[in-house]
Structures are given as structure tokens and as C-alpha cells.
């Protein structure tokens, strides 16, 4: 391939890339693949990608004598990146599935990332406005648990059930991005519902009812005492962000 040809794809591709970025931070699906802090950092990498753009196809109108290095230039290797730009405009972004949960675990701890000085920040929301995420920090930083107990709680999540609990139990899970997807972690909180053996795994629901504590396997963990379990759509952001 002559120069000429080989900085114009080139110039394409980067062009593309950035375009792709920027589309999915227009769209908000960039939060599918990545916490939300980082958001801005790929704002700036799709900008760089569009100015890189204009700097090949700059460079593309000034060569000259390109009959000389018409074989200076192989394009195999960018085909290679070509590939996933294509994957990445022509396949919907999807969240995870909660059936993932079945490889990935789920966990009943503060992610690594929490820390204790939002603590603060957590007990100065409406109990009711409380995610499975923060719950679980609550419980993982405070001292005086018993402060919690019989406050209200709303929280939706996808449901979750194995050997461990009992028939009256379930789990609400919740994942978490600290990175990027491919970090993703599952959370939950333990539900005790009497109807908890008729509701359908890895579905949707939104669960209302008031805290309590639990003690297993020598700690003590927030435990959700259930009035209500609706089924719910799954929100368009899954995602919980520590």
C-alpha cells in the first residue's frame, strides 16, 4: 500500500475510535464499561484520538514522492485494531447479566476501594435512599450497629439464592465497578422474605422493609427484614459505583 493510502486509513481509524468514544459518552453507555470517574479521562484520550486524526491526514496532503515509499508501509497490523472498532459500533452495549454473578460470586463485604472517611457522608443520606452498596459500608466502618436496626430501607437489586440461606432467605445483589467491567464485583444483602422460595432467580426486584442484624460466621452483617418484594424492570444504570 502507498503512503498516501496507508495515512488516510490510518487517519480514519483514529477518527473512528474517537468517534466511537465520544458517542458513548454522549449516550451515557460509556458507565456499561467504566466507573464514572474515569469519564473524563476518556473524554480527553477520544479528543486526542480526533486531533491525532487531522495530524495523519495532514501529513497524508504533504507527502510527496509517494511512488518512492509506496512499500515503506504495511497496513495488516491495523486491521488488527480496525477489528474491535467495528465490534464496538455494530454490537448494543449491554450491562451485565445477573446470571454472571454464577462464575463471578457475590460478596458480602465493603468493596476494597471504600473507605472509612465516607462514613460520614453515608449516615447523612435518608436511610431510604440507601443502595445495597451503602448498607454494606455501614456496616463494614461503623462501631454502633445497633443504631441502624429498624430504620427503613428501599433498595433494588437482582435476586440471588444458594445452599447457605435458608428457605425464607435470599440475597439483593448489586454489581459494583471500581475499574472497569472486567473488574465488576457483586454485592448483596441478605433478605428474610417467607415468600423468598417462589421468587425466580436473577430477576429484578425492588425491596422494602427495615433493617436488622444478622451474626454469621462471627461477624455481624445488616440483614433485611422484608414488608415488600416487587418485581421491577432493571434499571438502565445496573451499576453501582464504590
Excluded at 484520550?45 to 508501509?73: C, M, P, W
Amino acid at each position: 500500500m502507498t503512503l498516501r493510502a496507508g495515512r488516510s486509513f490510518q487517519a480514519l481509524l483514529m477518527a473512528l475510535i474517537g468517534l466511537f468514544l465520544l458517542s458513548r459518552i454522549w449516550s451515557g453507555t460509556i458507565l456499561l464499561y467504566i466507573n464514572q470517574r474515569f469519564v473524563f479521562l476518556v473524554f480527553l484520550a477520544s479528543l486526542g484520538f480526533v486531533i491525532f486524526a487531522q495530524v495523519l491526514y495532514s501529513e497524508r496532503l504533504s507527502t510527496q514522492n509517494d511512488e518512492k515509499h509506496s512499500k515503506n508501509f504495511s497496513i495488516s497490523t491495523l486491521w488488527w485494531l480496525a477489528l474491535p472498532v467495528l465490534i464496538g459500533f455494530l454490537v448494543p452495549a449491554k450491562p451485565l447479566s445477573p446470571s454472571a454473578v454464577v462464575n463471578r460470586g457475590i460478596s458480602i463485604d465493603a468493596p476494597l476501594s471504600a473507605r472509612i472517611e465516607d462514613t460520614g457522608v453515608l449516615l447523612s443520606l435518608s436511610p431510604t435512599e440507601r443502595t445495597v452498596l451503602d448498607w454494606i459500608r455501614l456496616f463494614s466502618f461503623s462501631e454502633n450497629l445497633e443504631q441502624f436496626v429498624d430504620q427503613p430501607v428501599d433498595v433494588t437489586g437482582f435476586v440471588f439464592s444458594d445452599g447457605r440461606l435458608s428457605e425464607s432467605q435470599f440475597m439483593v445483589g448489586r454489581f459494583t465497578i471500581t475499574c472497569c467491567v472486567a473488574d465488576a464485583t457483586a454485592l448483596g444483602m441478605i433478605v428474610d422474605y417467607p415468600q423468598a422460595a417462589v421468587l425466580k432467580q436473577h430477576t429484578w426486584v425492588r425491596v422494602q422493609g427495615k433493617i436488622g442484624v444478622m451474626e454469621r460466621e462471627g461477624r455481624l452483617l445488616p440483614l433485611i427484614l422484608a414488608d415488600s418484594v416487587e418485581a421491577v424492570p432493571p434499571p438502565e444504570q445496573p451499576y453501582l459505583f464504590p
